[in-house]
């Protein structure tokens, strides 16, 4: 049997890219964008950061590259769904397929024909962090993780503060709630909600990066597998909040982690391992259909806007 540090720290290492997309769709659903397209950014993001490592040798490089193109990749989302008013769900599966197809032709142009990239030779190692690493139980399983995680923890605080303190949060969260009020005093609703997107696409493309560049070491058709809708349902189950999506984003991250720890320690013998690899999703389904009915969405959510209320 594992113990309990072993357990949480593999929560929380298998969270962290649902942490980090989750987030991004926050940032796009409080301004009013529904953003199903974050298994695509995902995928994109993973794609690119294994790609960039492997020409540069640091995965930093492939970190921010990923970002700079989850959010090339989130912007005709924006387009469609804000300029030209499409529907916005109809526009974020289009950039799924559209990501696993393109990603996925890339490679095998790019590899000869191989169904995934070559093992990436530089990845993110895990760093301790000095004397918070050192705490019992707590200590090695929070502060003894990869980079991509610690910039989980930060992106939680700063949207949180950025949310709720600062100027930007308040009009992010008007054009989510009134678009018509918030234009009436004087906020850029189709700027505002441009932003959002294209932030959303920075982060879900992170916690993609992190599936090829320090959990994983490559990038191929199954790297994300549905990470990203379990991250929108972290999203839905979390409330819009920050804290909930963080909560949700670990809940759905144990269940990951406790589906690949039963296949290693020999739980199959009792439960058969498609059972155990069904387990994330299975939860994602139980957890939306007893929470959706009673979510709390932000009231623009989903619905087109024109300048001048109409």
């Known amino acids: 049997m594992p113990d309990l540090t072993a357990l949480i720290h593999s929560a929380v290492l298998y969270s962290t890219p649902l942490i980090l997309a989750a987030i991004g769709g926050l940032y796009s659903e409080r301004s009013g964008v529904v953003n199903i397209a974050l ?10 950061a294994a790609v960039i490592t492997i020409l540069t040798g640091n995965p930093w490089i492939g970190l921010a590259a990923a970002m700079i193109a989850g959010v090339l990749m989130a912007i005709p989302h924006a387009v469609a769904s804000i300029t030209f008013k499409a529907d916005q769900v109809v526009s974020g599966v289009a950039i799924n397929f559209l990501a696993l197809g393109l990603s996925v032709y890339l490679v095998k142009y790019m ?3 191989a169904g995934k990239t070559p093992t990436v030779p ?14 019992p139980v707590i200590g090695p399983s929070l502060f003894n993780q990869f980079p991509t995680t610690y910039l989980a923890y930060l992106v939680v605080i700063v949207t949180y503060i950025v949310l709720y ?26 700027q505002m909600r441009y932003i959002a997107v294209m932030i959303s696409g920075a982060l879900a493309a ?6 090829s560049i320090a959990i994983g070491s490559e990038f191929g058709q199954t790297t994300v597998s549905g990470q990203g809708f379990i991250s929108l349902a972290a999203l839905i189950f979390g409330k819009w909040h920050p804290l909930g999506v963080l909560g949700a984003a670990l809940f759905f991250g144990f269940s990951v982690s406790l589906a690949l720890i039963g296949q290693i320690y020999g739980w199959t013998q009792v439960v058969p391992s498609e059972v155990l690899s069904m387990l994330p999703y299975v939860l994602t389904l139980l957890a939306l259909a007893g929470f959706v009915g009673r979510s709390e969405a932000p009231a623009a959510v989903g619905k087109p806007y024109e300048k001048g209320g109409r």
């Open 165 to 190: 303190y600062t100027p930007f949060g308040m009009r992010l969260r008007s054009v989510g709630e009134h678009p018509s009020a918030a234009e009436t005093a004087g906020i850029n609703v189709i």
């Open 111 to 113: 590899y000869e024909g």
């Open 39 to 48: 298994e695509g950014l995902m995928i994109i993001g993973a794609f690119t």
């Open 122 to 135: 530089e990845l993110f190692h895990q760093v301790p962090v000095p004397l918070l690493s050192e705490i």
């Open 206 to 211: 992170a916690g993609g990066a992190g599936l």
